[in-house]
C-alpha cells in the first residue's frame, strides 16, 4: 500500500494525485492519528557530529557515557535506550525523568523519525529534552509531518528503494481517509486512532498478502462518493 501511495505523490505539490483530485496528510491528522501538539515552539537546535559532543550530552541527561559501539555515526542505536530503560530504577523523580526520555527517544527512532534500518535514533533530538518540563511547548507534530513529506519526496526518486520516516501515521491516513484500504479496526473509538489498529494483524492475516496490483487497482478505481 505504500508503495501504491508513493506512486502518486508529487513533490511539486506535496500531494497525493487519485482520480477525484489532490488531497495530503495534514496538521489536523498528525492531531488525531498520533496525539501530537502542532502548536508551539519549532524543533530546531545543533547538530554536532562529534562523538565528545554526543558523550557529553548523554553523560549530561542520563550520568551514562555511551561507547562508540552504541553509535553509528551520529546515530545512537535502540538497543543502548531499550537497555538503559531497563536499568533505570524509578524511585526518584530524577530517574522518572530519565526513564521518560529513553521511552521518548525510542519513540523517535521507531514511529516519529525513524531511520530504514529501524535500529537507531539520531542524537540531534536529544538536545530538544533536555528541559524536561519544556518538553511539551515544541510542536511535535509539525515536524513529525515535515519529516514525512520529506520522506515521501525522497522515496519518489528512482535512485531510492526503501522509505523511511513515520510510516505509522502514513498508514493510519490512508485507513481513514481511505477506508476500504483498511483491515476491520476492533475499537472504533479510540484517541490517537492510531490505537484503533493495535494487534489488528492477529485477525486479519491475509491482508499483509495483498498485492502491489490490487492496491493500484483499488486506487485507480476511486470515486466520489
Known amino acids: ?38 502548536n508551539g515552539l519549532p524543533v530546531t537546535g545543533p547538530t554536532m557530529s562529534s562523538f565528545e559532543a554526543l558523550e557529553g550530552e548523554c553523560l549530561h541527561q ?19 535506550f531499550r537497555g538503559l530503560k531497563d536499568r533505570i530504577v524509578l524511585n526518584d523523580n530524577v530517574h522518572l ?6 521511552h521518548i527517544m525510542l519513540l523517535f527512532g521507531t514511529i516519529l523519525f525513524g531511520d530504514k534500518s529501524g535500529a537507531a535514533v539520531h542524537w540531534k533530538f536529544l538536545t530538544s529534552l533536555r528541559n524536561f518540563g519544556g518538553i511539551i511547548q515544541f510542536s511535535w507534530g509539525s515536524v513529525c509531518l515535515a519529516h ?13 528503494k526503501e522509505i523511511d520516516g513515520p510510516l505509522t501515521l502514513l498508514l493510519t491516513w490512508a485507513w481513514i481517509r481511505l477506508p476500504f484500504l483498511a483491515p476491520i479496526p476492533g475499537n472504533p473509538r479510540v484517541f490517537p486512532i492510531a ?20 492496491y493500484r487497482r483499488l486506487l485507480d478505481d476511486l470515486q466520489e462518493g
Open 1 to 38: 500500500m505504500v508503495n501504491a501511495l508513493i506512486e502518486r505523490w508529487r513533490p511539486e505539490t506535496h500531494t497525493f494525485h487519485f482520480p477525484i483530485g489532490e488531497c495530503a496528510v495534514t496538521l489536523e491528522d498528525v492531531a488525531i492519528i498520533l496525539g501530537l501538539p502542532t
Open 62 to 80: 542520563f550520568g551514562v557515557a555511551l561507547r562508540k559501539t552504541d553509535c553509528r555515526g551520529s546515530f545512537i542505536k535502540l538497543t543502548w
Open 97 to 102: 525523568q530519565m526513564y521518560v526520555k529513553c
Open 148 to 160: 514525512l513529506y520529506r520522506s515521501l519526496c525522497r522515496a519518489t526518486r528512482v535512485d531510492y
Open 195 to 214: 490505537n484503533r489498529w493495535c494487534d489488528w494483524d492477529r485477525e486479519n492475516y491475509g491482508y499483509r498478502y495483498t498485492s502491489l496490483e490490487n
